[in-house]
Structure formats: C-alpha cells, structure tokens
C-alpha cells in the first residue's frame, strides 16, 4: 500500500469499524434496556407487523374474557334470583297442600290464603325487579307485547366471546331464558287452571292484579274472593288439591328455564379457559417473537465495547501514519 498525505485508507477502515461497533452497542444497550429483541420496524420488518398483530389480539382477548365473565354473572344473577321464585313457589304450594287437607276451618284458610297471597305478590315483585346493567331478566314476553323497556330483542343476547365477527366468537343466550316469571309467565295458558280461577272469583289472564292475585290465593286455599271478602268453596274439584298440580307445573317451568341457564353458563364458562388458552399461548408466542434473550444480548455488548475500544485506539494510531511521510521528506 502506497504511503499518502491526502488519502489514510487505515483511518478510514478504522472509523467504518469503529462506527459499526458503536452502533452494535447501541442496539444491545437498548435491547436490555427495552426487554425487546424488536424495537423499530428497521429490526425486523416482518416481525414487528406480527407483533403488532398478536398485541392488538392479546387486547382484545382481554376483552372477550371479561365480556363472557360478564355474561356468566348475567346467567348466575338470573339464576339465582329463580331460585328465590322457586322457594316461594314451593312455600305456596306446601300451604296449598296444608288447605287441601279438609281439617281447617274458615279462619285457618283465610290464614293460609294470606300468606300465599303475600308469597305470590313477592313473586311477581321479584321476577319485575330482576335486572342485570338494566336489562330485565325475566320480563321477555314472548308474544312481542311491551318488550320495549325490556332490554331484550326477540334474539336474544350475544355475548362477544371470541376475535372475530363470526358465529363461533359469539355465545347466543336464547331469549327464552328471559321470559316472563311473572304469575302471568308461569302460569300462562294452563289447561283447566282458568276454570279454577273463575270459580274462585278470578281472571287467570290477569295475574298481575291485585285483586286477581288475591283470586289465586284463594283459589290455593280453598276459597272464593269476593270483592273483599272470602267465604268457603262448595264444589269439591275446585278445591285446594286441583291447584298443586299447576303450582308443580309452575315450578318445572322454572326448573327448566335454570336447566337451560346451567347448560350455557357450562359454555359460557368453558369459553373463559379457552381465551386463558389462547391468551396464554398468544403471548408465549410474542414473547419468543420479540422479547430479548439478556444472556445474548450482554454478549453482544461486551463484543461490541471491546471492538469499540479497539477501533477508537487503532483510529488514533491511524490518524499517526500519513505522519511518518515527513520522515522521508
């Protein structure tokens, strides 16, 4: 190599080097410092786009599990608040049962028709005032009349369980789970009942009446409600006994809807460990994608400051050499 004055290629090899090692410990600096392998799209094109992308789902994961925990205390809450139905209901028909028995005078009935009609009111007060984030959970009538206020359309609700817009990210909770638990719901188009209900001095299409549901209680005590008053029934098959059959009725109507609650609280709850699933693979994913390997990347530090300190002592001895054209002048 030719000894110049106006061209050091040894400073200029040198400086290259030296630029390239202080850049390798910059990236290395930042790599421990940020945790990631991957922190400008320059690092990797491809990789930072699917990081991108599994970030954004990671989120939205997030969201889907808190969505369908949602919808699991929906169904619990409704779930439970037929529970407190049930327990009125049965009370209701163990003192219909009571009065069936033939050995209770007027008085004691009228007893007996006072407490069911306390219970029956409460069931009517519950199923009205059942509601989760101000939808009603037991209002849906299904013949479409007053489902206004209801919160409910005649599809339901869908709860967002997954990613996507498709059928598989949504658990559809069938609007018959939220029909109609009032005395009217319940007891809606019972053969036979309406006679009984008329004998007593009743209506069986408007149970939601005070004075009808008074009517009902003594249609279970054995009475008949007149304006007020209750006096004895005469006719023997309209007695107490042919009322438990539609209180047990009543019940399995319950049963049956809570049934159907359990079988997608099952799905809903299952869709939960899904997403803790995918949530967690998703993010072991990511992590192999763009998180930093500290032991790797402190190897590169060192690497790169040695190769730094020697650049920048090679440079200095470098920028000495056109120096030594003076010793032959």
């Known amino acids: 190599m030719a000894l110049t004055i106006n061209t050091n290629i040894s400073s200029l090899i040198a400086q290259r080097n030296l630029n390239s090692a ?80 033939g050995t209770y005078g007027s008085a004691s009935l009228k007893a007996i028709q006072s407490e069911i009609s306390a219970r029956l009111q409460e069931v009517n007060r519950i199923s009205a005032n059942a509601e989760f984030n101000g939808i009603k959970l037991m209002a849906y009538n299904m013949d479409g009349q007053g489902n206004e206020s209801v919160g409910i359309t005649a599809a339901g609700i869908n709860l967002q369980v997954g990613l996507y817009a498709d059928e598989n990210s949504i658990i559809n909770l069938n609007v018959e789970l939220f029909s109609n638990a009032s005395l009217s719901g319940l007891f ?17 299409s408007a149970l939601g009446d005070a004075e009808n549901i008074e009517a009902f209680a003594a249609a279970c005590a054995g009475l008949v ?80 400051q040695i190769l730094q300190q020697a650049s920048a002592t090679l440079l200095a001895t470098a920028n000495q050499l056109p120096s030594i054209a003076l010793n032959l002048i």
């Open 225 to 304: 409600y007149d304006a007020g008053d209750f006096t004895l029934q005469t006719d023997p098959d309209s007695g107490a006994k042919e009322m438990l059959a539609y209180l047990d009725d009543a019940i399995d109507v319950i049963s049956d809807r809570v049934t159907k609650i359990g079988a997608v609280q099952n799905r809903v709850e299952s869709s939960i460990t899904a997403l803790d699933v995918q949530s967690q693979n998703l993010t072991s994913s990511l992590s192999t994608l763009k998180d930093a390997d500290v032991a790797e990347e402190s190897s590169n530090y060192i690497q790169a």
């Open 22 to 101: 202080t850049n390798s410990l910059n990236t290395a600096i930042e790599r421990m410092t940020t945790g990631y392998k991957i922190n400008h799209a320059s690092d990797d094109a491809a990789g930072y786009s699917i990081a991108n992308l599994w970030e954004t789902q990671l989120g939205s994961l997030d969201v889907a599990a808190d969505n369908a925990a949602t919808g699991s205390d929906l169904l619990t809450t409704a779930e439970e608040t037929y529970s407190l139905l049930t327990s009125h209901l049965q009370r209701v028909r163990d003192l219909t049962e009571q009065a069936a028995n």
């Open 188 to 204: 809606k188009d019972m053969t036979g009942l309406d006679a009984l209900m008329t004998s007593a001095g009743g209506d069986v």
